[in-house]
């Protein structure tokens, strides 16, 4: 099936049926109201009359060399650790390439990523660290990384016009078959973001060219179970509207595989919203309240006691909280839209064990 045949009502209709799917016959969840699929009428992509696009089966995790379970706690703390002048330094290693990657059951889409995977890497270090992040190219198209935080022009990766001097924009684009590495000393401590910033840049980040950047604080951050969710949307018919929505890019992945949560844990969990061409994404939580570190700047939180936020593209935050009752509970997009199309989970809450496994 190609991606560029689904249109987005289609979609729904077959993420409709695998809703269904995971909720159908669990006793757990009966007050689940699966909405109808949505009428053409809404003047977004087409509606074409050729009949229902029924997405079966599983996404193929192996294939795709990722497992949405382990993109929400793969750290990256660096993949060379030493250090120099009496400071730590880590060193990384990103790979742009491009790979198909499999969005939803038999729904593949033609992706520009790093490393393999959509989001990238989740790089962590600590505020002070010096970091060096050895980029390769080895896609068909000129990228960059450009990561929030401070930093000198030259490592802002960025592309630079002819004629500019190099220390004051850097290398520029880098082409295809060349590398470069960034250097810069991590600041400030949150929870941050970075992407390919190559001109067309919507296409650049639709395309899956992005990843969590952690920076924590010097004195680290309260125990907790922690969480990286990169909201994201996929246009695969590339009429500027994404068909597929999701967090860590597999549409209904913790519904699938849902989040195990113990009963009075701490959570803290990354946010950041790297969704192309609709202005905003959200984060819904169930049944509880977060607080909220906006960018994760500030060690007291920056809204207290919400259970909804929502961020622009590039924007992210810090939640924190924990369940109080054991039960299934939902998180999802409230731009319920985004929700049928793919953007929704389950945390799974049990009662503490006393056998002393985490
Ligand atoms: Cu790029
Ligand atoms: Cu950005």
Not at 277 to 304: C, K, M, V, W
Request: aromatic share 12%; charged share 20%; net charge negative.
């Amino acid at each position: 099936m190609s991606a560029a045949n689904v249109k987005r009502r289609h979609f729904i209709l077959g993420a409709l049926s695998t809703v269904l799917a995971a909720f159908g016959g669990s006793r757990l969840l009966p007050s689940i109201d699966a909405a109808p699929p949505r009428q053409s009428s809404n003047g977004h992509g087409g509606s074409h009359g050729d009949g229902v696009f029924g997405v079966m089966g599983e996404v193929d995790h192996e294939r795709n060399g990722f497992h949405p379970s382990e993109l929400l706690v793969d750290f990256n703390y660096g993949d060379r650790v030493y250090e120099e002048d009496r400071r730590t330094v880590r060193e990384y290693n990103l790979v742009a390439v491009d790979k198909e990657i499999e969005i939803a059951p038999g729904l593949f889409f033609p992706a520009w990523t790093y490393n393999g995977r959509i989001p990238g890497p989740t790089i962590r270090c600590t505020e002070g660290d010096l970091l060096r992040i050895h980029f390769v190219n080895a896609g068909s198209h000129p990228h960059t990384i450009h990561f929030h935080g401070i930093h000198a022009a030259v490592m802002d990766g960025i592309p630079a016009m002819p004629g500019m001097p190099f220390d004051m924009v850097g290398p520029g684009m880098i082409q295809p078959g060349d590398s470069f590495t960034y250097e810069f000393v991590a600041e400030p401590f949150g929870c941050h973001l970075y992407h390919c910033h190559a001109i067309p840049l919507k296409r650049h980040i639709h395309k899956g060219l992005y990843g969590a950047f952690i920076v924590d604080p010097p004195e680290g951050r309260p125990e907790a179970t922690e969480l990286v969710m990169v909201m994201n949307g996929f246009d695969t018919n590339f009429d500027d509207e994404n068909e597929v929505y999701a967090v860590n890019t597999v549409a209904f992945a913790y519904n699938n595989d849902l989040i195990p949560l113990k009963v009075g844990e701490r959570v803290r969990l990354y946010l950041i919203n790297l969704t192309e061409f609709d202005l905003i994404n959200s984060f819904h939580l169930h049944a509880e309240f977060f607080d909220y570190y906006d960018h994760g700047t500030t060690l007291t939180p920056t809204q207290r006691r919400v259970d909804t936020v929502m961020q622009c593209q590039g924007q992210r935050g810090i939640l924190e909280f924990s369940y109080q009752k054991p039960g299934m509970y939902m998180f999802h997009a409230h731009q319920s839209e985004f929700a049928e199309l793919g953007w929704m989970g389950m945390f799974h809450v049990t009662e503490e064990e006393n056998n002393g496994s985490a």
